[in-house]
């Protein structure tokens, strides 16, 4: 299962060179090239705010899908943000750790407040991000999901697991760039994963990239009015 091609990207130092993306745009056309092989019937494009929709644009276009974007936060454990408690997706969906929760004692009242205040930002940027844009329907769809890069792999698990929730036929993770520890946990919960490069010496997502400039709300706007045929 899956592909990692390495040569498209450098592997870091067991090539003695970092060879970059130009920009997510270019990661994008790389990624949707592999895709596009994978012949999928049917697929939607879904792009991990904000970051991530650049290149799941470009994807969509490669693949003549439509595009889509996906709210979802991690719960945070207290003091340990990057570590996982669950996760809060768009559409009221939440999911736990519950190993996580029960091996560091994290109370029910503490949970309950950490899990509504993800939810609340879940909303604020679900309804910034979208707007009067309704969601596509992924169930029984196959779903490419895409990301500009991944590091630790907890906000992309988490997106896997509510598309999982809501049934989609087939899921496939697309990524530029990923630390090979995230490769490892993520890639059994995909059906299927293009990797482009897992560097054995991975630091961060932007050293991969000539230009890793923030995306904006406004551009995720305008990408998916692109997307859906607006002027």
Same mark, same amino acid.
């Given at each position: /299962?899956? /592909?990692? *091609? ?10 003695? +060179?970092?060879?970059?993306? #130009?920009? @997510? ?5 790389? =990624?949707?090239? #592999?895709?596009?092989?994978?012949? %999928?019937? *049917? $697929? ?21 899908? $439509? ?17 996982? =408690? ?21 109370? %029910? ?14 909303? #604020? ?19 490419? =999901? ?10 992309? @698990?988490?997106? /896997?697991?509510?598309? #999982?929730? +809501?049934?989609?036929?087939?899921? =496939? ?8 520890? %995230?490769?490892? /946990?993520?890639? $059994?919960?995909?059906? *299927? ?5 897992? $560097?054995?010496?991975? +630091? ?6 000539? *230009?890793?400039?923030q995306t904006t709300d406004d551009q995720v706007h305008r990408l998916l009015e692109l997307a859906d045929g607006a002027p």
């Amino acid at each position: /299962m899956g /592909m990692v *091609d390495d040569s498209a990207a450098g592997t870091g130092a067991s090539h003695g +060179r970092i060879q970059h993306f #130009r920009d @997510r745009a270019e990661a994008g056309r790389r =990624l949707g090239t #592999r895709a596009a092989a994978w012949g %999928a019937d *049917d $697929p939607v494009v879904v792009g991990l705010p904000r970051g991530g929709v650049p290149v799941a644009y470009e994807v969509a276009r490669a693949l003549g899908a $439509p595009l889509d974007i996906l709210v979802v936060r991690k719960i945070g454990a207290p003091g340990q943000p990057e570590l996982a =408690l669950g996760a809060v997706g768009e559409g009221g969906i939440r999911l736990f750790n519950h190993d996580v929760i029960a091996a560091l004692g994290v109370s %029910a009242a503490t949970l309950e407040k950490l899990t509504e205040a993800t939810a609340a930002e879940v909303e #604020r940027r679900t309804v910034l991000l979208r707007g009067d844009r309704p969601p596509l329907e992924p169930a029984g769809r196959a779903v490419v =999901l895409v990301d500009d890069g991944i590091a630790t792999g907890a906000t992309v @698990r988490a997106a /896997m697991a509510v598309l #999982r929730r +809501r049934q989609v036929r087939e899921l =496939l993770l697309a990524v530029p760039v990923t630390a090979p520890e %995230a490769l490892r /946990m993520l890639g $059994p919960l995909a059906d *299927d994963l293009i990797c482009l490069a897992a $560097p054995s010496d991975f +630091r961060a997502v932007g050293l991969y990239y000539d *230009d890793f400039e923030q995306t904006t709300d406004d551009q995720v706007h305008r990408l998916l009015e692109l997307a859906d045929g607006a002027p």
